[in-house]
């Protein structure tokens, strides 16, 4: 069983950048797939990013390509979201979720979830 905490959401201007991360528990951390999801208000929680076991492929929605890099240290059992170049609409609440089968855009396909944290971007 994995435990997820993210942190580093907060307030920045179109065009800056954050970097969330993602804590796990448990030593099993590298048997799972990563992935990032964000859900903004009266939207469906949509898939962000994703990241196999090994860290050896990446995925990523059309809407952050470029912009956005997903990473992990399985060591430090994190994993990370590098965003730049924020725009407005990235707004949402960003959730880390690991998959005991493979990376995957639906949600319903991951096992664990953290708690969230709020990314807000200002025009």
């Known amino acids: 069983q994995a435990q997820l905490v993210e942190s580093g959401g907060g307030l920045v201007q179109a065009g800056g950048s954050l970097r969330l991360s993602c804590a796990a528990s448990?030593?099993?951390?590298?048997?799972?797939?990563m992935g990032w999801f964000r859900q903004a208000p009266g939207k469906e929680r949509a898939f962000v990013a994703g990241i196999t076991r090994s860290g050896s492929r990446t995925y990523y929605a059309d809407s952050v390509k470029g912009r956005f890099t997903i990473s992990r240290d399985n060591i430090k059992n994190t994993v990370c979201l590098q965003m730049n170049s924020l725009k407005p609409e990235d707004t949402a609440v960003y959730y880390c979720?690991?998959?005991?089968?493979?990376?995957?855009?639906?949600?319903?396909?991951?096992?664990?979830w953290g708690q969230g944290t709020q990314v807000t971007v200002s025009s």
């Open positions: 979720a690991a998959a005991s089968t493979s990376t995957d855009v639906f949600p319903y396909k991951y096992d664990y």
């Open positions: 448990g030593r099993t951390f590298s048997t799972y797939a």
